[in-house]
C-alpha cells in the first residue's frame, strides 16, 4: 500500500460503463491517480479558531396548506425552542424561519450559502417538517432534500470549505414502523471532494415513520438537545450523536390509540462525511 492510500495501479469507479461517461481508469488514464496532499501535515480536529463558531439556520414548519393533505405538527415548537435555546448556549448565531414554502426554504437557504463564512468555525441547519425518503415538506409541496444541503458543496460554498456542515434532520423518511424487538443486554493546499464535511443526523432510519409527540415535542430533537447540553461542551460530535441515538432507541416508545401504530420504536440514522473530529468547544 502506497502512502496516498492508492494501490500501484489506476483508480477506477464502481459504476456501469457508458452513459456518455468516461470510466476513471480506461484509455488515457494509464498513469496512476495521486491526491494533492502533503503526509503528515494536518490536524484530526476541525479548527475553532475563528472570530464565531458559526451560524444556526432552524426552519420550523407547523402549518401546511390544504393541498398538501399534511396535518399540523403540534409539538415542533417546543423542538424549535429548545434546538435554539443549546446552539445559542454553544455560541452559534441563531435565525429562526417558520411555516416556510419551498421557494421561502431555497430562498433562506441559497441566501446562507451566499454569505461569507469566512469568520465561522462551523455551519449548522436544523430542519423540522414532514419528509418521506429523499424528500422535505415545505407548507405548500415538498422538495429533493439534496437540492437544500447541497447548495452548502465546497464548490458551491467556498467559504465553508474545509469546514463542518451539520444538518440534523426531523421528518419522516416513509412510512414503515419499527415495532422493536426485546433484548438481554443494554486544509491547506489539499484538494478534498465537494461533498467532504457534511455531517446529516436523520431522525430515523431510511423508510420509516419519524416520532412527535404532541406536547414534549419529537424524540429525536428532545434527545439531541439532552445531549448537546449535557456532553456539547466534552464530547466530539460522533460521540455525541450515538448517545441520541442511544436515548432515542432505549428511551421512547409510541403510545398511540391508532390501530397498529402503538408501543413502536425508532432509531436515528447518522450519516458522516466529516474529515475530522468536531467539538463545540476548545
Known sequence: ?????????????????????????????????????????????????????????????????RSTGMNQRNGTDVD?????????????????????????MMNVLTDASKE??????SF???????????????TDGSVALKHLTSLFRGDRCKSLVGKPKLFFI??????????????DSETDGVKIPVEADFLYAFSTAPGYYSWRNTMTGSWFIQSVCDMISKYG????ILHIMT?????????????????????KKQIPCIVSMLTKEMYFSR
Open 243 to 263: 448517545r441520541v441515538n442511544h436515548k432515542v432507541a432505549v428511551e421512547f416508545e409510541s403510545a398511540s390509540n391508532s390501530p397498529g401504530f402503538d408501543a
Open 170 to 183: 426531523q421528518a419522516c423518511r416513509g412510512t414503515d414502523l419499527d415495532p422493536g424487538i426485546e433484548t
Open 233 to 236: 461542551k466534552e464530547l466530539e
Open 1 to 65: 500500500m502506497s502512502e496516498n492510500g492508492s494501490g500501484p495501479g489506476v483508480d477506477d469507479t464502481d459504476a456501469k460503463p457508458g452513459n456518455g461517461k468516461q470510466s476513471a481508469g480506461s484509455s488515457s488514464a494509464s498513469v496512476p491517480m495521486d491526491v494533492d496532499a502533503k503526509p503528515q501535515s494536518h490536524s484530526f480536529r476541525y479548527r475553532l479558531d475563528f472570530p464565531s463558531i458559526g451560524q444556526c439556520i432552524i426552519i420550523n414548519n407547523k402549518n401546511f396548506d
Open 124 to 138: 449548522v441547519c436544523i430542519l423540522l417538517s414532514h419528509g418521506d425518503e429523499g424528500v422535505f415538506f415545505g
Open 80 to 104: 424549535a425552542g429548545n434546538a435554539m435555546r443549546v446552539f445559542k448556549n454553544l455560541g452559534y448565531n441563531v435565525k429562526m424561519y417558520n411555516d416556510q414554502t419551498v421557494d421561502q
Open 116 to 121: 461569507d463564512h469566512s469568520n465561522s468555525a
